[in-house]
């Protein structure tokens, strides 16, 4: 019987499925709530919605995403090579960051409330950067740990 | 403040995407050809596994017969 070759795409696709799987978790009361407005014919959970956005539930969901995978990164003892091992470590930085600043400048009334809903430029690209360093951190992590399972056997 | 503030997140965001992104699949394809190797070679090593075994088995009965004799 003939072992399958590996394919690139396949850890990516892995990876696509825990960061689906992690932000049904992290996102449940939101998505509870969008459920109970849904059904209730838009009557009930329009405004338990709008306080969770705009308390920043999604970025902080972003937050813990990106934490978990560095974690998991410094956990496993595996080291990137290169400049990419320098953005392994420094993207979560900057993504706490850009998100402690906005919350800072959003305190002190420098710029408005409104920086913590998803119809604001920052939030996308926080959002955005969370999923890029989830989905190629968290595939390559797959993938060196299949090649240290495949030098041992 | 705002423009600011969102042009330089900007310029953040697209530089750190370049070095993510282009890390990742120099990385992605050395770690693929390692894997693979090792797939064919562990495939390879099966394949002539049942060989081996009935050399083994062959050698077994010769042994057996010669001491008989």
């Known amino acids: 019987m003939e072992k399958r070759q590996h394919r690139t795409w396949e850890y990516y696709w892995r990876a696509i499925k825990w960061l689906l799987g992690n932000l049904v978790f992290g996102l449940f009361p939101l998505l509870f709530m969008c459920v109970v407005y849904w059904c209730s014919d838009k009557k009930i959970g329009g405004h338990d919605i709008d306080d969770q956005i705009y308390e920043g539930a999604i ?12 974690v998991d990164v410094y956990l496993s003892n595996i080291r990137f090579n290169g400049a990419f091992r320098l953005v392994v470590y420094l993207w979560p930085v900057a993504i706490v960051g850009i998100v402690s600043l906005n919350y800072l400048l959003i305190k002190l009334g420098i710029i408005g409330k409104d920086r913590f809903s998803m119809h604001s430029y920052t939030s996308w690209i926080v959002f955005g950067m969370s999923v890029l360093y989830i989905i190629f951190v968290k595939s390559n992590l797959s993938m060196k740990e299949d090649v240290n399972y495949a030098t041992r056997v | 403040m705002q423009h600011v503030f969102e042009i330089s997140i900007t310029i953040v965001a697209l530089a750190g995407a370049w070095f993510l992104i282009r890390g990742s699949l120099k990385d992605a394809k050395k770690n693929i050809e390692v894997i693979n190797e090792s797939v064919t070679r562990h495939t390879e090593r099966r394949e002539a596994k049942p060989e081996v075994k009935r050399n083994k088995r062959h050698l077994n009965s010769l042994h057996a017969h010669q001491s008989h004799l």
């Open chain 1, 59 to 70: 970025l902080f969901v972003c937050l813990a995403l990106v934490g978990s995978v560095l």
